[in-house]
T-cell receptor
Framework: SQELEQSPQSLIVQEGKNLTINCTSS?????LYWYKQKYGEGLIFLMM?????EEKSHEKITAKLDEKKQQSSLHITASQPSHAGIYLC??????????????FGKGTLLTVNP | EPEVTQTPSHQVTQMGQEVILRCVPI?????FYWYRQILGQKVEFLVS????????KSEIFDDQFSVERPDGSNFTLKIRSTKLEDSAMYFC?????????????FGEGSWLTVV
């Protein structure tokens, strides 16, 4: 089965600082999704990457997929308290026919201190 | 922006009782999912549903669980006889097509507490 390892498990930064969260897969990635979750709430879609070398940005968040390394990184520039939450990476898994689901990492808890 | 909606947001139930969690997927989506997150653990896949039948299920999704699309808009998860270990956040998700590139959108979740 495919395993996703996220690092770090938790991160505390001062407002305005940059940060990076990594997600490494045990198998080839056929789609890598980043979600943000506030504690006890739903998953908010951030970005989805498919192609090796692909990079996407949304506001101050940039995600890259290094398909050869089976790794993705999420970078936040000039962090704000609104960025605080749990960041989850999810790998798309095809399992025959049109079956497609996500398997998730354990998440990275981000705290941004004002 | 279209969203997946779930009800109830919270439910407390006694062990052994039946629970139905409801979801309204995004209207033009064809693939539906239920995921579960036990407190402090990973989000786990339970079941996927397409064309009015289960397309895939995990080992967690045993005979106590069932899913149904009773009409054109709702998608439900039923737990027949709840156990303490069923306490978790349950997420419904939906997706437009089977193409891997399509985004999977999640609802806000339903907190289930079994006492």
């Amino acid at each position: 089965s495919q395993e996703l390892e996220q690092s770090p498990q938790s991160l505390i930064v001062q407002e305005g600082k940059n940060l990076t969260i990594n997600c490494t897969s045990s198998k080839t990635l056929y789609g890598l999704y980043w979600y943000k979750q506030k504690y006890g709430e739903g998953l908010i879609f951030l970005m989805m990457l498919q192609k090796g070398g692909e990079e996407k940005s949304h506001e101050k968040i940039t995600a890259k997929l290094d398909e050869k390394k089976q790794q993705s990184s999420l970078h936040i520039t000039a962090s704000q308290p609104s960025h605080a939450g749990i960041y989850l990476c999810g790998a798309g898994i095809r399992s025959g026919g049109s079956n497609y689901k996500l398997t998730f990492g354990k998440g990275t808890l981000l705290t941004v201190n004002p | 922006e279209p969203e997946v909606t779930q009800t109830p947001s919270h439910q407390v139930t006694q062990m052994g009782q039946e629970v139905i969690l409801r979801c309204v997927p995004i209207s033009n989506h064809l693939y539906f999912y239920w995921y579960r997150q036990i407190l402090g653990q990973k989000v786990e896949f339970l079941v996927s549903f397409y064309n009015n039948e289960i397309s895939e299920k995990s080992e967690i999704f045993d005979d106590q669980f069932s899913v149904e699309r009773p009409d054109g808009s709702n998608f439900t998860l039923k737990i027949r006889s709840t156990k303490l270990e069923d306490s978790a956040m349950y997420f419904c998700a939906s997706r437009f097509t089977g193409t891997p590139g399509n985004t999977i959108y999640f609802g806000e979740g339903s907190w289930l507490t079994v006492v």
